[in-house]
């Protein structure tokens, strides 16, 4: 997909950076409506749509991402975060706000899920990266240098590596997250959920793994990954039976958008500044100072191309 082809608005902006947007506020509460009287008491017009969505969302077929997929359930969170909703897919008032968001985007106004209004929402999520808007500029923004770094007591990684980093201001931020996450009770079950499992990664070191291991992350080490910046943080959230912590199956991904502590990220990270790559769950950049990204040599910058968004 082309972040290009979806206009930056100042709503999205605010609403992804700083949180102020009436629909999400709703949602961060608690909610009304997960009341069934509310969820199911849109007008009576939009429960065709409503079981039309219940149904797709594990049967449609698509490929958000690049890859197919089946049922779109792995995006619900972020979905209905968008929405200002806690109602299920399959109801008719989950119909109807989507319905809202089609007017609001000039889409063909069905209530029904699927890629058109999806790529529109995803095109939003990314705008809300400044790492993507500056790879769009041409830019590979990296960290300026490397003694903001901070490193992670073992306690806060996830494989108690050594040599695990993060810039000081977004470790700060990550930490008052973990703290109001801990106060929530989402680490009851495991201590180690949403521990970091990677940060700050050097980009000549990311490339050399990418050329002697033939490990590239898919294109993001061969090419400008977010984790340069110092910015971006991959967080525990378990892993399917049989998966790797970071596999992009998608039986690992539905996994952990199911998740407590990742509904709980969506609810609330940010609060604290960070904002989700949604095709990655345990992916989050913080963006509460996107102006401190630093960017490489225009030789570098040139290596990065628009294809290595669909990646990010
Ligand atoms: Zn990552």
Not at 147 to 168: K, Q
Not at 191 to 202: E, M
Not at 247 to 269: D, F, G, H, I
């Amino acid at each position: 997909m082309r972040v290009r082809s979806y206009a930056l608005t100042l709503a999205a902006a605010v609403c992804g950076a700083l949180l102020s947007c009436a629909g999400s506020a709703a949602a961060q509460q608690g909610l009304l409506q997960r009341d069934p009287a509310v969820c199911g008491g849109a007008d009576s017009s939009w429960s065709e749509a409503a079981s039309k969505n219940a149904e797709s969302l594990s049967k449609a077929e698509w490929s958000p991402f690049g890859s197919p997929e089946r049922g779109w359930e792995t995006y619900l969170p972020l979905i209905q975060r968008e929405l200002g909703t806690n109602c299920g897919p399959g109801t008719p008032e989950f119909a109807r706000l989507l319905a809202d968001f089609q007017a609001q985007y000039h889409l063909e106004i069905d209530g029904l899920f699927g890629s058109g209004t999806f790529q529109v929402m995803k095109g939003l999520w990314q705008e809300r990266r400044p790492f993507i808007l500056a790879r769009l500029r041409g830019e590979c923004p990296v960290a300026p240098v490397e003694y903001i770094m901070t490193n992670l007591p073992a306690r806060e990684d996830t494989y108690d590596r050594e040599d695990r980093r993060l810039r000081g201001d977004a470790l700060k931020a990550y930490r008052d997250m973990v703290a109001a996450a801990r106060r929530d009770g989402i680490m009851r079950s495991d201590p180690k959920l949403l521990t970091i499992f990677s940060g700050y990664r050097q980009a000549d070191v990311d490339s050399e793994r990418c050329a002697s291991e033939g490990n590239c992350d898919g294109k993001r080490r061969a090419t400008c990954s977010p984790h340069a910046t110092g910015f971006a943080i991959d967080l525990n959230l378990g892993f399917a039976p049989g998966s790797r912590i970071d596999s992009t199956s998608q039986a690992n991904r539905l996994y952990q958008s199911r998740t407590e502590a990742y509904r709980w990220l969506v609810r609330n990270a940010h609060r604290f500044g960070f904002v989700n790559y949604a095709y990655e769950p345990w992916h989050w950049e913080w963006v509460g100072n996107p102006a401190a990204l630093g960017t490489t040599s225009a030789s570098a910058a040139s290596a990065a191309q628009p294809a290595a968004f669909t990646g990010q």
